[in-house]
């Protein structure tokens, strides 16, 4: 038996048609019938660094019992010249964050898996403190448990006003120790009190992983990096799961 919290992430790869390109951290979100994966945009598409992969490809368990029986499918990016992905803008600008939508008839029929919902989302903002410790699940760099697929757990805490938009921006600050490859990651409280308290996955899902928030002005010979990173809010999947 495990946290059901570690089958709600996936491994993202990119790729160039057959030649890959990068990794990065992601998860599911269900909306009635409709299954999701999320991650962070610019992991689908970032021109100014010229990262234009055309598929992806995530991993999902295929047995409840054995978690070593793993596959991956393969998600094109564009059909018919336009991507496949949802993303969205706010009075800030755009946002890193973006999602796909799953066809269910192509995954396996002993798929595993966890999958956030509306339900998993805070009611209020104003409910979290700064302060407060949250976990990121993800894959950072790519590591992960290559025998058993699952991700792995970082520890953070709330560094900004939650609830409060930093710099205008739609994201709040967590402090924590993260790398390459974590964009993408859930960002979530244990739910002692609410709704998932009782379900399958007793967290609350407060945002998504994107970046390390830096100073464009540090003298990288003198100053450490800050430490911070960028977590933008989990309320956008509503907007971006419509129909």
Known sequence: MIDSLL???????????????????????ERGDRLFVVTSRHVLVDRPTGHVPNRIEI???????????????????YRDGQSTWR?????????????????????????????????????????????????????????????HHLPVVRQSVIASAFGVRFQGKGFFLTDARTHHGTSGAPVVLRDHHGAAEHSELPWKLLGVHSAKMDMTGR?????????????????????????
């Open 59 to 77: 991993e999902v368990h295929t047995s409840e019992t054995d978690l070593t029986q793993a596959t991956r499918l393969s998600l094109l990016l």
């Open 87 to 147: 993303q969205g803008t706010d009075a800030g600008g755009e946002i890193d964050l973006a999602m796909i939508e799953l066809d269910r008839s192509v995954l396996p029929d002993a798929t595993v898996l966890r999958a956030f919902t509306p339900g998993h989302l805070l009611r209020s903002l104003g409910g979290v403190e700064v302060g407060t410790s949250v976990l990121i699940v993800g894959f950072p760099l790519g590591f992960h448990d290559t025998v």
């Open 219 to 243: 003298d990288g010979s003198q100053d450490e990096s800050l430490g911070l990173n960028c977590t933008w809010y989990a309320d956008m999947l509503m907007t971006l799961s419509e129909r």
């Open 7 to 29: 089958l709600s992430a996936t491994r993202i790869a990119t790729f160039d048609h057959q030649w890959p390109l990068t990794n990065a951290s992601g998860f599911f979100f």
